[in-house]
């Protein structure tokens, strides 16, 4: 259920950039706010994500942050209460990730990691204050990496068709992954917030898969094919059971907000 390692690592994030030059981050939208109803084999209602943005500057550097909040609900919870907040930085002008916190706890073990990137030496300094022995300095592949929500969120903008596709450089805590995001097909969606038109997208591992992909896992995401394309799905899929997001409340931006690549 949710207390399996690879599902508590991926849902927090989970609930790709491109791998050439750096470019302006518009996943997101200042003030924008995503909620996700979880479900699991047969709870309907295991858990939330909320996802929100918000433009501030750090250090003299416009930022994006993306708060990500998880949580288990209902039945699931009275079994295994989890909750867990991850907060992304990310440089609104070049895309670059700056700083990744994640901290939380669940019935087994807490949660307070933090990873923070330094592109000139291009590697980034993770620190586990639980599990000590796991922090130190780690590479960071060619390309510009990104978390694994806001790549999900970010496909939105690249108006893929069906065949087409994209590479990618993900983060996964302190590991780097080369993945290939690949239009599959069109679908209609059903939501709590109304049905959809939708491209669902498929992240791979092309090369000597990893993780959750060595293990036959995928993950997806459906982006409605409207104005908003919005990324209204999201799933999980492991040997061992499936976990799906649907997008029940969204927030928009107020009126008049601009994107990175909207300015002038």
Sequence with gaps: MLSHPVVKKLLPAFLLPVLASAAPFTAFRDGEEFTYRVGYAIFGRAGEIVIRADEDQVNGVGVMKVTTETRSRGLVRSLYAFDN??????????????????????????????????????TARYVDRVRTGRSGDVPIPDGDPVDLISALVQTRDWNLKPGEQRPLLVQFGRDFYPLVIKAEGYEEVHTPLGSYRTLMLVPRMEKDPKGLFKRGGEIKVWISQDASNLPVKMQLKLNFGTATLLLSEYKAPPAGVQTASTRP
């Design 85 to 122: 907040k991850a907060e992304i930085q990310i440089e609104t002008a070049t895309g670059r990730m700056l700083l990744v916190k994640e901290s939380g706890a669940d019935p087994k073990r807490a949660t307070d990691t933090e990873l923070v990137f330094d592109y000139p030496n291009r």
